[in-house]
């Protein structure tokens, strides 16, 4: 059927040929009105901030669904964006600011007014900073504001600020970063159309979960093999033709065996390596030598590659060099190796072997050789080519674009184990070789990646933060060497989170996992208030959640809270509302602007870079603010650079109007689209005062289709990288190399052998030795290396349920009917062995802490490995919900039984449990046991809190809902 | 599926009722019977008197009951429908007969015929009740020959032991009624017993396999579109304990047929008060034996829908 | 109208797709919000913060998991009315509240009619009816016909919601009637099957089973990499002239 738009778009998804109603005259009403307006809109029922069309009937809204046009989800919608008329009406929806008055984590609370609110803020927080900023630790969670809300840390001077990357996929963004510029996560995506064979690693929905789905349905329509990497047979897995229920954590293992075969079998792309990447790089042989394993570079800091048309070493980046990949030569006496040589020994090595790691992987080797087989025949036999010409970096013009059409990508079962980084690593190091990367059929970048790799800038904040003055630059950054770390002159954290310190060198998105648990301790100091924003903290995105409720709690020996003051910003009543001192409660996602910019994680396609914003479609029936429109408020307050005009005064009425006028550099602003005076810019460009009506004029995004021939090699396509300069995307239009030696990790290296101005304390020599390889490798989890694993014999995981968001989905009267308890999933095999049957309660013990819950058998997963979904369980009391919810009731949170530290090492120290290199919390790395429980301890969940009271001013939750019935008798009045 | 207390009783207390008029009808026109106006008000109001509770308890299952009315509509295609237009219909002789009797104190000529009438029309309408069951291939327990015979084989037993008991208790001793009420209970025994035989050999009328499309191996439930139950489970996905529902088959086998089978051979054997004992205590055991009888017609009946839920094995 | 239509003008159903669906619920939520405001409106949620929530859906989605002969895999399940060309649920009803209609073979509840006996949701063997203990009458998928037609929708969202929200395009809708429609010939492409046929309801919706995969075994065209064993060895393979 032509013109019809969207992803559901085929002849038999469309309407009928003639969609009149056919006399039938049984009195139903074929054509009801259904809506007085339309609002276009983005969903925030996750963070893969769909276009919606949001239909309101008398005010009210009558039915929320996927925009065609809108460049995400092309008119799909999932299960939780349906259900937002409940999200919107959520009883547990906060209704004014709250104030504690009973004790903290009891729900205690009296309302106050919202100057009161800001006041006492403003107060504290005025305090702080004139004394010593990183005393306010500010951390966010799944909110898209972080380009506002770091610009705000910064100005306020403190380096204690992140948002929730830490705990969520940092591993994934810095590896990628780190390698090719650009990631899986949110900042890249699947050639969709053109692959021919796609590869899952460890994805149970992800952040693109539209996209995704969509991607799968034209794959599975277009009968091209997908692969699924991944212990548990659920949802993308389930519809794979091929499922590998791998061991969880040995990924690195399966992949690297994967290189093996391809390199004995000659099956890279050579060609792609020398133009693309650095393989062809010298690295300096001399152990011992303070530049030892560092690339080769001639005076003036240019890297060095030896050219065989010649015998010389030449400039490694230039055009036209016939660089060597093998051999070993000596250079001004220093003896080099290409880096290619370095990947061809270290992966040709038998212990990469398919035989050698079957067994720990639980794949056999037969089918390693196998996906090795068909991955080079995808990528070398089954190569395309589109008829588009273009141009290289080196303006060298091509006359069509070369494709091999092999796809991956992956996720958190990668990212959330202490080996992440270089698994991840590992697997666009498979990429590259097969020169896949930003090709057609290939995985490819969204703008405004790829950016250079090693990434900058570097973070800031490393002397502490200093009174009354901003920081100067944004907190977070990247690191690239010992120096840019944020470590006092003894070596001690700078951040309350250890970020950038030896146990986290490159912790791009800060550990906020550790916020708690530190600022407790006093470890490395002291904080005086904790602000968080759109997070759980003393809930799911908690390890050890019955420990981080007690550290809120805890009072030193004059009485005082252990952390003093807690401000918290939330929609809704989570179990962290609780141990706020302050809460500050915001609107819900169809009540407030938002802004889903460029400058933080944008909804770009691999075609072209787009943003977008939400509005105000309905007015707050409460006494809430937008949190954005409170933090510039009380940055006006505080006098923050930035956010007040010449007078004092504040700079930005609220919001909205800081997305219209504030620049970041001149020119450069939140929004993209329809910038100037007379809204003819893309990117840069004057603010434009009707920018946001233009954006809800078109839907409510903004998308620039990039030219046919700038849309693939984006690392080296001149017409794209001029774009991308001008759009400020990167500094220059220069190419992007991919770092298949990681270059920084081998001066850690150095550092920890005692080379450099920056070392180490001794006491993290060995971790930074053994793991900071510069081409990847595989170790086992830490837990797993630390735990006896005859006795925590089994891999616990959770995974994403489709339909629900972290905590929030429960409170949502139509989604917590699909899923309100969840159970553990045993192989079945598994439980006969121990003895379980099905539907028994069991003890899931680990380590650390036991937890109960009840079990389901399955066949679909790792025989090793038990898993449950995700943040189903809750604390009685909160979200609203009945007291004899099953949620608290039956449904138990895996995270009591996650350690927020690693058992104690040889010499009793305890580190993070989390990845040496990024600091990504660990939450896959649990290690368990299964008991039974005794007869009159079955049939509830373990532990138990006490019950939150419902705080003030919070009406009980409605007995039944009819919502839609006033559609209906509005509808048949008029009739 | 679930057992409808309203259900139960509303199939229970018209059975009985219309059994009983079933064998007022035919013995009034036969001459068995006293002609006395007690006995017509003791015997035909008992009758009417069940059959309208019957029906009343029977509004209760519904969702709309003051639309009751509607349901008369759809005769041609529905047995509910059919069964609410007989039971109406039966009305008529029913209380022509009944009004005939009292206030004529005669049981011959007209109402007689009414009587006979009356009878015809409410067997039909036990006819009817059994076919709503046996009619609804979703339910294997139900969708079988047994069904409407039992319906119909109940109703002539509980109306024949109700009589008898009456009959006993006025001092009007038949021992006609009395051999009647004996075979019918053997034979609802009987029947019961083959009902339960054929009902344990009873696999599901289709599989999970068919259920889902899924052909080949072995389907299981392991994850519900719900965790918690909805109304189909509510309703057709009733589960009774196998313990448990061996034990009330116990009580059903004692009370529904063990002791009226005893107590109204001893009524047969014997006379007098010993008789009339017996046959009070006959009827009075035989109607709870009724209620737990029709209570596990439900429990024990599977739905196909409990196929999707993983349940029908169980 | 409790009498079934001898034969309809239109054979309207869905099909959905086994091999696709990833059991994300879009279509369920879609269904709920869709219809809780449109023709049978609402959709009554019983204790929907407490302990035993408990709602009306027109549309559930199970899963299950298969043992085949390549071994188990898992399936997802949409569940909803498949509007039978024969199905008792109609003809069971005393009332004449649930007919099927002749134009288009939708299977709908006039809810004025119906008295809540509940005697259709034990006469559909597939679950498909929900009754509304709130409102006391029964409900259930109307395959959305108060959007397939609806002149105040664009044309191209004159679709089920469920079809239009389905992010994999696992949901097809059409006239299965007609033998080349679209929906027939993917049906037929694609060996779409009906649910318990020998109930002899004779569903219309079909269900697309999951394709065959073969276990382990590489597809025909693709040969094992065999280790490069040639002059040189591999830094020999990799000496040659390669440009930057
Ligand atoms: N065991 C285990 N634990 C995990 C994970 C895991 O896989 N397994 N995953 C981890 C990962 S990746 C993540 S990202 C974290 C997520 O964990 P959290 O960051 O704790 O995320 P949520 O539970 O989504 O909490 C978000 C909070 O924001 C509130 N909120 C919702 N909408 C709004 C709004 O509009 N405004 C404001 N101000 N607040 C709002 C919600 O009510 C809720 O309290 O969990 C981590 N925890
Ligand atoms: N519906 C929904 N969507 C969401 C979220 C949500 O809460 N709900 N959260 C959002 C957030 S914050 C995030 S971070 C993303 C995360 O999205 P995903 O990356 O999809 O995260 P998980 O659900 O944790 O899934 C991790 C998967 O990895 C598998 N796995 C675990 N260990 C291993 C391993 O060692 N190897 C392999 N190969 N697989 C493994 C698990 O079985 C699981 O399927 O989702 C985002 N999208
Ligand atoms: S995927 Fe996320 S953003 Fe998109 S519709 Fe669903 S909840 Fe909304
Ligand atoms: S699926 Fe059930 S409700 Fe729908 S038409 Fe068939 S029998 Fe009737
Ligand atoms: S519940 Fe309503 S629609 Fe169903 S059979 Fe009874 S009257 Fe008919
Ligand atoms: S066709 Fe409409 S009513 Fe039926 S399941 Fe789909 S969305 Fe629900
Ligand atoms: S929306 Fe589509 S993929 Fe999701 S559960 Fe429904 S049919 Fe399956
Ligand atoms: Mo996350």
């Known amino acids: 059927m032509t013109g019809r738009t969207g992803a559901n778009s085929s002849a038999t998804q469309g309407p009928l040929v003639d969609s009149s109603a056919p006399p039938e005259r049984d009195g139903v009403d074929t054509s009801p009105h259904v809506s007085d307006e339309v609002h276009q809109t983005t969903c925030y029922m996750c963070a893969c901030r769909c276009g919606i069309d949001v239909h309101l009937k008398n005010g009210q809204v009558r039915y929320i669904q996927g925009n065609r046009q809108h460049p995400v989800n092309r008119g799909v919608i999932c299960g939780k964006g349906a259900a937002g008329i409940m999200q919107h009406l959520s009883p547990a929806r906060l209704r004014k600011p709250l104030l504690r008055v009973g004790e903290r984590g009891t729900g205690d609370f009296r309302e106050i007014e919202w100057d009161e609110a800001l006041a006492i803020a403003a107060e504290r927080l005025a305090r702080i900073r004139a004394t010593d900023p990183k005393r306010l630790a500010f951390f966010t969670g799944r909110d898209q504001s972080q380009s506002l809300t770091g610009w705000w840390a910064q100005q306020f001077g403190t380096p204690n600020y992140a948002a929730h990357g830490g705990f969520c996929s940092v591993n994934m963004a810095a590896a990628g970063m780190y390698t090719i510029g650009g990631s899986f996560w949110e900042f890249g995506e699947p050639d969709w159309e053109h692959t021919r064979y796609f590869m899952l690693f460890g994805v149970a929905e992800d952040h693109d979960s539209n996209p995704i789905k969509i991607g799968l349905g034209k794959l599975k329509a277009r009968g091209v093999k997908v692969v699924s990497v991944n212990p548990c047979r659920t949802g993308y897995s389930a519809i794979a033709d091929e499922w590998i229920g791998i061991r969880p954590g040995t990924d690195g293992l399966l992949v690297l065996a994967i290189i093996h075969e391809l390199l004995k079998a000659r099956r890279v792309d050579l060609d792609y390596l020398v133009r693309y990447t650095n393989a062809h790089v010298l690295v300096i042989r001399d152990p011992g030598a303070a530049d030892d394993g560092l690339c080769l570079r001639d005076a003036d800091g240019r890297l060095l590659a030896r050219d065989r048309s010649c015998s010389r070493t030449v400039d490694a980046l230039a055009s036209g060099i016939h660089p060597a990949l093998s051999g070993s030569y000596t250079v001004d006496g220093r003896a080099c190796v290409p880096i290619f040589a370095l990947i061809a020994e270290r992966y040709l090595d038998p212990q990469y072997a398919p035989e050698a790691v079957a067994e720990r992987s639980g794949v056999p080797a037969a089918m390693i050789k196998r996906i090795a087989a068909e991955l080079a025949h995808a990528a070398f036999e089954q190569a395309i080519e589109l008829p588009v010409p273009w141009t290289d970096w080196a303006g060298r013009r091509h006359e069509t674009t070369r494709g091999r059409p092999v796809a991956m990508h992956a996720m958190r079962g990668i990212s959330a184990h202490t080996n992440g980084f270089q698994t991840c690593r590992a697997i666009h190091l498979l990429q590259v070789l097969l020169g896949t990367v930003d090709v057609p059929g290939g995985f490819r970048f969204k703008p405004p990646y790829p950016r250079p790799a090693p990434p900058g800038p570097k973070p800031s904040g490393k002397d502490g933060g200093q009174p009354n003055t901003p920081l100067s630059g944004m907190p977070l950054g990247y690191v690239s060497d010992p120096q840019d770390l944020l470590i006092d002159a003894a070596g001690n954290p700078v951040r309350i989170d250890k970020a950038y310190s030896w146990e986290a060198p490159l912790a791009a998105h800060g550990a906020m996992h550790n916020v708690i648990a530190n600022a407790w301790r006093g470890d490395p100091y002291k904080i005086d208030t904790l602000l968080m924003y759109m997070t759980n903290m003393a809930w799911n995105s908690a390890m050890n959640t019955a420990g981080t409720i007690v550290m809120l709690t805890d009072k030193d020996e004059t009485g005082r809270y252990k952390i003093p003051f807690v401000i918290c910003s939330d929609a809704y009543y989570s179990e962290t509302v609780a141990y706020a001192d302050l809460v500050l409660p915001d609107t819900t996602y169809l009540e407030r602007y938002d802004c889903i910019s460029l400058l933080d994680r944008p909804i770009s396609h691999a075609d072209g870079p787009a943003d977008a914003i939400r509005y105000p ?54 929004l993209a689209g329809w910038r100037g005076a007379d809204g003819e810019d893309i990117g840069r460009g004057a603010p434009n005062p009707q920018q946001l009506d233009r954006y809800i004029a078109n839907g409510g995004y903004w998308r620039h289709e990039l030219a046919d021939d700038q849309k693939y090699y984006k690392m080296a396509n001149r017409s794209y990288l001029e774009f991308a300069a001008a759009m400020g995307f990167l500094v220059a239009p220069e190419p992007i190399v991919f770092q298949l030696y990681c270059e920084p990790l081998q001066r850690f290296r150095l550092a920890a052998q005692g080379h450099g101005a920056i070392v180490p304390p001794p006491g993290e020599h060995d971790r930074l030795a053994r793991y900071f390889d510069p081409l990847p490798i595989w170790y086992p989890p830490f837990e797993e290396q630390a735990v006896d694993t005859g006795v925590f014999a089994l891999h616990a995981l959770t995974q994403r349920p489709m339909h629900m968001y972290h905590s929030w989905g429960s409170q949502n009267a139509w989604l917590r009917q699909i899923t309100s308890q969840n159970r553990l999933f045993v192989h079945r095999a598994t439980a006969a062995r121990v003895g379980l049957a099905d539907d028994d309660w069991v003890w899931i013990e680990s380590h650390h802490a036991r937890v109960k819950g009840q079990i389901r058998l399955v066949d679909g997963v790792n025989p090793d490995t038990v898993w449950t979904w995700n943040a189903i369980g809750k604390r009685r009391g909160a979200w609203m919900l009945g007291p004899e919810a099953p949620e608290a009731e039956r449904g138990f949170l895996l995270n009591h039984a996650i350690s927020e530290l690693l058992p104690p090492d040889a010499d009793g120290r305890r580190y993070s449990n989390s990845d040496p290199i990024t600091g990504q919390a660990a939450w896959f790395d649990l290690r368990v046991r299964l008991e039974k429980c005794r007869p009159e301890e079955a049939g509830f969940a373990e532990p138990q809190f006490a019950m939150l009271m419902p705080p003030a001013g919070l009406p009980q939750a409605p007995k039944q809902l009819a919502y839609g019935a006033q559609f209906r008798r509005a509808r048949e009045a008029g009739r | ?105 005669r049981t011959d000529g007209a109402v007689a015929a009414a009587g006979i009438v009356a009878a015809a029309c409410a067997a039909a309408t036990v006819v009817t009740t059994g076919m709503i069951y046996a009619s609804l291939k979703p339910v294997a327990q139900w969708n079988t020959p047994y069904t409407m015979p039992g319906y119909v084989i109940y109703a002539l037993m509980s109306g024949a032991v109700l009589l008898n008991a009456i009959l006993q208790a006025s001092r009007t001793e038949s021992r006609a009624v009395a051999w009647i009420a004996f075979v019918l209970i053997a034979l609802g025994w009987f029947w019961k017993n083959m009902t339960w035989h054929h009902d344990a050999t009873l696999s599901a009328p289709t599989t999970l396999n068919s259920a889902t499309g899924l052909g080949g191996g072995e389907v299981r439930s392991i994850e519900w579109p719900h965790s918690e139950k909805n109304y189909l489970l509510k309703e057709m996905g009733y589960r009774i304990a196998r313990k448990h529902a061996l034990k009330l088959r116990m009580f059903v086998h004692v009370l529904a ?55 029908w094995a169980q | 109208m409790t009498s079934l239509p001898a034969t309809t003008d239109k054979t309207l159903g869905l099909v959905i797709d086994l091999d696709t669906c990833v059991g994300c619920q879009a279509c369920v939520t879609s269904c709920k919000e869709w219809n809780t405001g449109g023709h049978m409106a609402p959709l009554t949620d019983l204790d929907p913060y407490g302990s035993e929530a408990d709602g009306v859906w027109f549309n559930r989605v199970h899963t299950y998991e298969q043992s085949t002969e390549n071994g188990s895999r898992t399936v997802h399940f949409p569940r909803s009315c498949l509007h039978c060309d024969a199905p008792a649920c109609v003809t069971v009803c005393p009332t004449g509240a649930s007919y099927k209609r002749a134009s288009d073979g939708i299977v709908l509840v006039n809810e004025d009619l119906c008295i809540g006996c509940k005697l259709c949701s034990w006469a559909c063997p597939y679950g498909a009816r929900e009754f509304d203990v709130a409102v006391g009458v029964m409900k259930k998928c109307t395959l959305c016909i108060d959007r397939i037609y609806n002149e105040n929708l664009a044309v191209e969202d004159r679709v089920p919601a469920c079809v239009a929200a389905c992010p994999t395009g696992a949901r097809h809708f059409g006239d299965l009637g007609d033998p080349d429609s679209p929906v027939s010939r993917l049906v037929d492409e694609r060996g779409g099957v009906d649910l318990m046929p020998e109930m002899g309801y004779r569903p219309t919706n079909k269900y697309l089973p999951p394709r065959h995969r073969s276990a382990g075994a590489a597809p025909d065209h693709v040969s094992a990499l065999d280790p490069v064993t040639a002059e040189g060895g591999f830094l020999g393979w990799v000496d040659r002239m390669l440009t930057r």
Do not use: N
């Open chain 2, 257 to 311: 047929f063990g002791i009226p089978l005893a107590a109204t051979e001893i009524a047969i054997l014997s006379a007098g008060w010993t008789a009339g004992l017996a046959s009070v205590i006959a009827a009075l055991t035989l109607i709870p034996g009724l209620l737990i009888e029709r209570w596990l017609f439900f429990a024990e009946a599977k739905h196909t829908v409990t196929l999707y839920y993983g349940g």
């Open chain 1, 617 to 670: 479609v309905v007015q707050p029936d409460r006494d809430v603010r937008p949190f954005q429109t409170v933090l510039l408020d009380l940055g006006a307050r505080l006098k923050l650079p930035g956010m007040i005009d010449e007078q004092g005064q504040p700079k930005y009425r609220d919001y909205a109007d800081y997305i219209v006028r504030h620049e970041r550099l001149p020119g450069v602003g939140p």
């Open chain 2, 1 to 105: 599926m679930h057992p409808a207390l309203s259900v139960i009783a509303f199939t229970t207390a018209t059975g009985a009722g219309y059994g009983l008029l079933v064998w007022l009808g035919l013995l009034a026109a036969s001459g068995v019977l006293p002609a006395s106006r007690s006995f017509a008000l003791g015997g035909a109001g008992l009758a009417l008197a069940l059959i309208t509770v019957g029906l009343l308890s029977s509004m209760l299952h519904l969702g709309r009951p003051e639309r009751a009315w509607r349901a008369f509509s759809q005769w041609r295609s529905s047995w509910l429908s059919r069964e609410g237009v007989a039971s109406v219909v039966t009305y008529v002789p029913a209380c022509l007969f009944a009004a005939g009797w009292i206030l004529l104190e």
